[in-house]
């Protein structure tokens, strides 16, 4: 299998479902015995988190592209960003290496591309659900997106940066998310993005009243797609 690099601590709650995810992917692939040959630096998220302004978004930017080049030094064949957040600064990272860097977003596409999926919402914090960097590749991909719902916004940012980041999954959240998922299928959605990877901690991925892509466990595969040379 080739040695696969994640660019991880943000959160670390993410870090630790990716690696658990991918390992279960390995597993299943090349038989019990099995696990991942992975590199994982783990980034101090504290620095990290609620970037605003381009000057903090250059200087994330600088950190994550240094973390790729240590990955890549040590032997990585491709590499993972471990948030879907920071995907904001992608181009700047790839660019910093030689080797491939697999992008969460396109990975998402390709998936409901391939399943007719014409519709959907993408929930996740606040500059993914917003920007440009992440829908521009559901869109490229002829996914009509839902536009985003302010008070859906300020919500999930909450729930997310105040609450999942620090480990707790309450019985709350989950509520105002299946109160959220209901409106969204209401509003025609088809399907739902988690453009967050800590989501799933309150989110059913796998029973719910719309298909759920869930953006960490996508990612995870290609991440293993690429390990056993099926990329």
């Not at 943000?10 to 630790?16: A, D, E, G, K």
């Not at 591309?113 to 007719?116: F, L, Q, R, V």
């Not at 839902?146 to 919500?155: A, D, G, K, N, Y």
């Given at each position: 299998?080739r040695?696969?690099?994640?660019?991880?601590g943000?959160?670390?709650?993410?870090?630790?479902t990716?690696y658990e995810?991918?390992?279960?992917?390995v597993?299943?692939r090349?038989?019990?015995?099995?696990?991942a040959p992975?590199?994982?630096?783990?980034?101090?998220y504290?620095s990290l988190?609620?970037?605003?302004g381009?000057?903090?978004?250059?200087?994330?930017?600088?950190?994550?592209?240094?973390s790729?080049?240590?990955?890549?030094?040590?032997g990585?064949?491709a590499l993972?960003i471990g948030?879907?957040?920071m995907?904001?600064?992608y181009?700047?990272?790839a660019?910093?290496?030689?080797v491939p860097?697999l992008h969460i977003?396109?990975?998402v596409?390709a998936?409901m591309?391939?399943?007719?999926v014409k519709k959907?919402a993408?929930i996740?914090?606040r500059?993914v659900m917003?920007?440009?960097f992440y829908?521009?590749?559901l869109?490229?991909?002829?996914?009509?997106l839902?536009?985003?719902?302010?008070?859906?916004?300020?919500?999930l940012?909450?729930?997310i940066y105040d609450?999942?980041m620090?480990g707790?999954?309450?019985?709350q959240?989950?509520?105002?998310?299946k109160?959220?998922l209901?409106?969204?299928q209401?509003?025609?959605?088809?399907?739902?993005v988690l453009?967050?990877?800590?989501?799933?901690?309150?989110?059913?991925?796998d029973?719910n009243i719309?298909?759920i892509?869930?953006c960490?466990r996508?990612h995870?595969e290609a991440?293993?797609?690429?390990?056993?040379?099926?990329?």
């Open positions: 299998m040695k696969i690099g994640l660019i991880g943000m959160s670390w709650l993410s870090t630790r990716y995810h991918i390992n279960r992917l597993q299943a090349a038989g019990l015995g099995s696990s992975m590199l994982i630096e783990s980034l101090d504290a988190s609620r970037l605003s381009n000057e903090e978004w250059q200087r994330a930017a600088g950190i994550l592209a240094d790729a080049r240590r990955l890549e030094q040590a990585a064949t993972l948030a879907n957040a995907h904001k600064v181009d700047q990272v660019g910093a290496v030689t860097v977003a396109e990975c596409a998936r591309a391939d399943s007719g959907a993408l996740g914090t500059n917003l920007e440009s829908r521009q590749k869109i490229g991909r002829d996914i009509e839902l536009p985003p719902e302010m008070q859906f916004v300020e919500t940012d909450r729930i609450e999942l620090q707790k999954a309450t019985r959240a989950e509520r105002e998310l109160t959220i209901t409106n969204l209401q509003d025609g959605a088809e399907a739902v453009g967050c990877t800590e989501l799933e901690m309150v989110v059913d991925v029973a719309l298909p892509y869930d960490t996508i995870a991440a293993v797609d690429w390990m056993m040379g099926e990329e």
